[in-house]
């Protein structure tokens, strides 16, 4: 792992694993769409509507995923001040604020039919919002910033602190009476869902994560190249002035 | 066709955003992977190289603007002061 953490070894093994994971997540993706529209019956209660849940539960999971991995990044760069722990936090936002945002629309339009409403401001979807504007605070302070290294403890300290939301976000359905139902997956008691829908809910989950996956080890190599590329241009700069002189 | 009852609207504008969103993040995070690497290639062409790309691989590579700030320097770039030699003191 520790070898691992050095930039160019890291690039290395981007470059192996990227053409792997997407064919992984091609065919997860296709698999999951085939048995969400065409295996899973409609649910007794939501009839039709049910097959939001495949989009919407997956989305909902890696939402909270990307900011604990980005919580957990932040502590790599405040304590142990490692580059590839400010990289990884830096390019899991954007890909976390989609997925949340994705979450948050699918869940309004699953709401319409079964609720009656688009949104009501119960703790759920309101602490969902809230993290949907930390995600979109801490990409505003990376663009803000423009030295790598200050913009990244600073964006460290922001993400621990927005990191209270994520038990916030998991347990809000059980602290306080909401309209959103509890938790029906991860239970003590198992699921209550019926294998006929939990079966594609966990296949469009795993697609979901393995295209979280793939995306940031994307992103990951494409801000150390940046970072590159922003020092050879120093460089650059510097070699000018010096001719000039 | 499959159908998908009275809330087939619902059901499809779902999908939609979600397909819209996703194929957003992948084109702007590939696009820029494929901009970045022009860009490192551009520049490798005009002959400016990292130090460690330039130097033998013996050495383990760093990448610039990612170094640890902690990162100790090699032993053999290390400034070391001279210990003050000890006076001799007549005996």
Excluded: C
């Excluded at chain 1, 694993?17 to 048995?35: D, E, H, N, R």
């Excluded at chain 1, 980005?70 to 976390?96: E, F």
């Excluded at chain 1, 939990?198 to 801000?223: N, S």
């Amino acid at each position: 792992m520790i070898s691992l953490a050095n930039p160019t070894r890291f690039l290395s093994l981007v470059g192996a694993v990227v053409p792997w994971l997407t064919a992984v997540v091609v065919i997860l993706l296709g698999t999951g769409l085939y048995l969400s529209f065409f295996v899973a019956p409609p649910d007794y209660q939501q009839g039709e509507t049910v097959r939001i849940m495949f989009i919407h539960v997956p989305a909902a999971w890696l939402a909270l995923f990307g900011y604990t991995l980005i919580a957990i990044a932040a502590l790599g760069t405040l304590i142990w001040r490692h580059p590839l722990a400010d990289v990884a936090a830096k390019t899991a936002a954007p890909i976390g604020a989609t997925f949340t945002f994705i979450a948050l629309v699918t869940g309004s339009l699953w709401g319409k039919p079964m609720w009656g409403t688009y949104w009501v401001w119960d703790a759920r979807l309101t602490s969902v919002l809230v993290l949907f504007l930390l995600y979109l605070g801490l990409i505003a302070l990376w663009q803000a910033i423009e030295e790598p290294g200050r913009a990244g403890r600073a964006a460290a300290i922001l993400a621990l602190v927005g990191g209270v939301n994520v038990p916030i976000i998991k347990f809000s359905v059980d602290w306080w009476n909401t309209l959103h139902q509890p938790a029906s997956v991860f239970r003590p008691d198992g699921p209550t869902i019926d294998p006929s829908l939990l079966t594609p809910l966990f296949v469009m989950a795993a697609a979901f994560t393995a295209l979280f996956v793939l995306l940031h080890l994307i992103a990951m190599r494409a801000e150390i190249l940046r970072r590159r590329v922003r020092a050879l241009q120093q460089t650059q700069v510097a070699r000018a002035a010096m001719a000039e002189a | 066709m499959l159908d998908l009852g009275p809330h087939a609207s619902f059901i499809l504008a779902a999908y939609g955003v979600t397909a819209v969103a996703i194929a957003g993040l992948v084109l702007v995070t590939v696009g820029d992977d494929l901009k970045q690497r022009n860009l490192l290639a551009a520049l490798e062409r005009q002959g400016i190289r990292r130090r460690s790309a330039a130097k033998s691989t013996a050495e383990t590579p760093t990448t610039p603007g990612t170094e640890r700030p902690s990162a100790k320097k090699p032993a053999s770039k290390r400034k070391t002061t001279p210990r003050p030699r000890k006076r001799k003191t007549p005996s």
